[in-house]
């Protein structure tokens, strides 16, 4: 009587409280709103602080750190003279524009919409959720992918089958953004967090050298473990709190999944082949080791590389070319006017998350410029290191440090950049080695991704809930992805020191201390 009674109880109480979230959340003003807001408040407290002297050590300069007042006239200048630029700068616009430039050719002809019917004839009901988030985490390789396709299709997918679609945005989301750093294929994010963590670890030994590939099995590791707790918290905590939760979006605008006819089959099939032949096209001049996709040192999944600089325009061609030959064999498209017109109606439907980029882009680069960013992770670290902690703890630590600094700082390199030059050499002194101190950051830069609305594509995932919930505002984002992140962060930091104390290896040539 009494398990079952707190059995009850248990779900009412998380119930509660992700309601009253929801509820102070959605009180808050417009996203745009608040992004305008915090640049002010970032203004006053660049100016508040920038006759303070601090003895933080800003690792970048060698030099202590300085916060830039913005309120001086020089300040107020450059950010009148810069602000278009910084607009149209903005990486995540240019990202989200050009890539729904192509999908919403294939949306409006009908080509995603054939192909999500004949999938979902083949998918088992039980395997939908788990199947969502291991596409979300393997999105990373091709970078924001993600967060333009997969997140809106999931919502499209759970919608079809009958299910919340929201549940199925957030399961995407936990999975893209979330799961970040949980993949068993190696992305360009390796080398990237590679080259700052080696160079980190040559401030205490110069002859240091890390592979790229140093986290990679705990990354693939990780992917089975945020698949099946993304899992478990999807079908059991955030699909039944949804179970109220009126779906009230314009109906003509929402995907009819009647039966596929034999001539969008056929079209289906046509636009497919055209898309794995220049997959496989793409493959093959990418093959030579002299292809001019690769990077000068000859990789594919370097930054440097063109092939992962060509990544969002890929997108646009393989969604496009495909969408506008569907489009016209089965008739939604009768000139290249209608092509023309399913483009600019994509390009309608992000008018919102446009003016939502114009004010985030402007408050990231105020906080940027401030310096205030720096200040609270280095004040952090320091912190962290006078508590002179057992290992385990200290690495915890770490993972929860980077957690709250990323709910401010949201670009993942930009963050180590700045984390890597103080907490690799201090770990180095406590005979931890940079190999798990990089898969201690990577874990608790994923974690809390997903409920910072200061992360640029933040804004465009309340736009897709937008979709089928009208009311669908910061707080209702939050709330729904609270619970992944709390799972993610404590399950997860929980499961690097098993991975840890099994003595299972991070990854090439990686070790757990140091020297190893």
Not at 150 to 162: L, N, S
Request: hydrophobic fraction near 50%.
């Amino acid at each position: 009587m009494s398990q079952d009674t707190n059995t009850a109880a248990s779900p009412g109480m998380v119930t509660r409280f992700l309601n009253s979230i929801e509820r102070v959340g959605n009180k808050l003003p417009d996203p745009a709103i608040i992004f305008l807001i915090a640049m002010v408040l970032i203004w006053f407290l660049s100016w508040l602080f920038s006759g303070t002297s601090f003895d933080a050590i800003d690792p970048r300069t060698g030099q202590a750190i300085v916060v830039n007042n913005l309120l001086s006239g020089d300040a107020l200048a450059g950010f009148l003279a810069s602000m278009v630029k910084t607009f149209t700068g903005f990486a995540p616009l240019g990202v989200v524009l050009v890539a729904m430039l192509g999908v919403g050719v294939a949306e409006h002809s009908g080509y995603i919409n054939a192909g999500l019917k004949l999938m979902l004839k083949r998918t088992p009901q039980a395997l939908l959720t788990p199947s969502i988030i291991l596409i979300a985490i393997v999105s990373h390789t091709a970078t924001d992918a993600g967060y333009v396709l997969v997140i809106p299709i999931a919502g499209v997918i759970y919608y079809a089958m009958g299910r919340h679609p929201l549940a199925g945005i957030a399961a995407a989301f936990a999975g893209v953004s979330g799961g970040f750093s949980a993949n068993f294929i190696p992305s360009g994010i390796d080398p990237l967090l590679q080259s700052f963590t080696q160079s980190a670890a040559h401030i205490i030994d110069p002859a240091m050298s890390v592979n790229p590939l140093n986290n990679w099995f705990f990354t693939s590791a990780s992917s089975i473990f945020i698949v099946l707790l993304g899992w478990y918290i999807t079908d059991k905590i955030i699909e039944p709190r949804l179970k109220d939760t009126k779906v009230d979006g314009d109906t003509d605008n929402l995907p009819a999944f009647d039966e596929v006819t034999s001539k969008e089959r056929t079209a289906f099939y046509v636009a497919s082949s055209v898309m794995i032949a220049g997959l496989g096209l793409l493959a093959y001049a990418s093959s030579g080791e002299d292809s001019a996709l690769r990077s000068p040192s000859g990789s594919l999944t370097d930054f440097s590389a063109p092939l992962m600089q060509s990544i969002v325009p890929l997108i646009f061609l393989l969604f496009w070319i495909p969408g506008a030959i569907f489009g016209f064999m089965v008739g939604t498209f009768k000139s290249s006017k209608d092509m023309i017109d399913a483009m600019s109606k994509a390009m309608g439907s992000m008018a919102y998350y446009i003016v939502m980029a114009f004010f985030c882009a402007l408050f990231i680069a105020a906080f940027s410029q401030s310096n205030l960013g720096a200040l609270l992770a280095i004040e952090g670290a320091q912190v962290l290191k006078a508590m002179s902690l057992p290992s385990s703890v200290t690495v915890v630590g770490i993972i929860f440090l980077t957690a709250f600094v990323n709910l401010f700082v949201g670009s993942s390199s930009a963050k180590w950049a700045l984390l890597g030059p103080i907490f690799v050499p201090m770990l180095m002194q406590l005979g931890i080695s940079p190999d798990l101190t990089q898969a201690a950051y990577r874990v608790g830069d994923s974690s809390s991704n997903i409920i910072t609305p200061l992360m640029p594509y933040f804004p465009l995932v309340v736009v897709y809930c937008q979709k089928y919930v009208k009311g669908t505002g910061i707080g209702t984002l939050i709330a729904m992805m609270l619970p992944y992140s709390i799972a993610f962060l404590i399950g997860w930091s929980l499961f690097l020191l098993a991975y840890w104390g099994l003595g299972f290896p991070l990854g090439l040539q990686s070790s757990y201390t140091y020297p190893s």
